[in-house]
């Protein structure tokens, strides 16, 4: 069962203005991201608790690399369970599109919907293997067509709408999620690049501030994802998945959606 949710509150704009020849008046920032529950800070997250910095990034992936991999193929019906519509338990909700699509419409044909890897697998070229291609924090349902305009691309702010992408955008080197799943996006690039740090036979996954980053181990753009993340909190679902996949498949969670605020205190 989730526990309670903290409540952030929104900053409030500066309305007034320097009337001083000369004097400048400091720039508000965003308020910081807070903690969605601190259930887990005396258990799983005991070993991280009050650091920062790369001694933060290491706890956690010690913590978080204790998982239960599961195989690609098992991808298909865990994806069933963790992105259920809560209002149609017959549906899923698709990421990017926001559609609600029948379970049993996956496959590879136009109006289906498939595994999309939002650590595109190219990056770091771990493909669909049972570990980094298999990993359900960062693989979700996505519709067939829209899938395929994402690609591989890093992603970044701007471009033209994407068809029936609900509010995606695309260019020729970045694709823009639609606003309710830029935060998601976010951390689920966050957690791949604290979870695989080379030292398991499979590629250092890391962020960095760039598009067009090919078939390196790098995903951009960071200053553009650390902006979702503050813009765009987790939300219920956001944090139902991350409960499933730790009850249910892989027992092990994806620190930055109970603790958004670690995206700051890591990068």
């Not at 067009?212 to 181990?217: A, D, E, L």
């Amino acid at each position: 069962m989730l526990a309670t949710r903290i409540r952030r509150w929104k900053p409030v704009a500066l309305t007034t203005a320097a009337v001083l020849v000369g004097l400048t008046v400091p720039a508000l920032t965003a308020t910081p991201a807070a903690a969605t529950t601190t259930a887990y800070d005396s258990t799983y997250y005991k070993n991280a608790i009050g650091k920062t910095g790369t001694s933060l990034k290491s706890s956690l992936h010690t913590i978080i690399s204790s998982q239960t991999k599961i195989s690609y193929s098992a991808v298909w019906n865990a994806l069933k369970d963790t992105d259920q519509d809560p209002n149609n338990s017959s549906n899923v909700i698709l990421l990017y599109s926001g559609v609600s699509r029948s379970k049993s419409l996956n496959g590879g044909d136009v109006g289906d919907w498939n595994r999309e890897h939002v650590w595109a697998k190219s990056h770091g070229d771990f493909g669909e293997v049972t570990g980094p291609g298999t990993d359900l924090h960062h693989l979700r349902p996505a519709d067939v067509q829209v899938n395929s305009i994402r690609g591989n691309l890093d992603f970044d702010n701007g471009g033209s709408t994407v068809t029936n992408g609900g509010g995606s955008l695309v260019d020729s080197d970045s694709f823009q999620p639609r606003a309710a799943d830029r935060g998601d996006v976010a951390r689920m690039i966050l957690y791949m690049a604290v979870r695989y740090e080379g030292d398991d036979g499979f590629a250092d996954l890391e962020p960095n501030d760039k598009v067009n980053n090919g078939s390196n181990p790098y995903i951009g753009k960071l200053s553009v994802l650390k902006a979702w993340n503050e813009a765009d909190p987790p939300s219920a679902f956001e944090e139902r998945r991350n409960q499933v996949i730790y009850d249910t498949y892989q027992h092990n969670r994806n620190p930055f959606i109970d603790h958004p605020e670690w995206v700051e205190a890591i990068w």
